[in-house]
């Protein structure tokens, strides 16, 4: 059974960091794509940012690009998302997410694409 946790969200003041992880378990960790998406109230969840865990490939969203970095452990089967410089705007529930293909182009964003997710985390940045 495919498992997604996630953990490391929490409150922070604005210019500061959080690091969330996403421990995933019950299948074959490598040659996934491994998402982050987030969903503010009343908004579509939104693809931050993804890593393919069998080559590493990265893909960001314009509006995280150079404050978030996501990162892999495949000794762990965990993927991290590193996010600095925190915006009020950044507030959300963040989800991880797993699907058993490469990340590709525009692909990694669409959360349609991916068949399995984490149940969240809460990230509220206070300006």
């Known amino acids: 059974q495919v498992q997604l946790v996630e953990s490391g969200g929490g409150s922070v003041q604005a210019g500061g960091s959080l690091r969330l992880s996403c421990a995933a378990s019950?299948?074959?960790?490598?040659?996934?794509?491994m998402g982050w998406f987030r969903q503010a109230p009343g908004k579509e969840r939104e693809g931050v940012a993804a890593?393919?865990?069998?080559?590493?490939?990265?893909y960001y969203a314009d509006s995280v690009k150079g404050r978030f970095t996501i990162s892999q452990d495949n000794a762990k089967n965990t993927v991290y998302l590193q996010m600095n410089s925190l915006k009020p705007e950044d507030t959300a529930m963040y989800y991880c997410a797993a699907e058993p293909v490469p990340c590709g182009g525009s692909w990694y964003a669409l959360a349609y694409a991916y068949n399995y997710w984490g149940q969240g985390t809460q990230v509220t940045v206070s300006s």
């Open positions: 890593i393919y865990t069998g080559g590493g490939s990265t």
């Open positions: 019950g299948y074959t960790y490598i040659s996934h794509c």
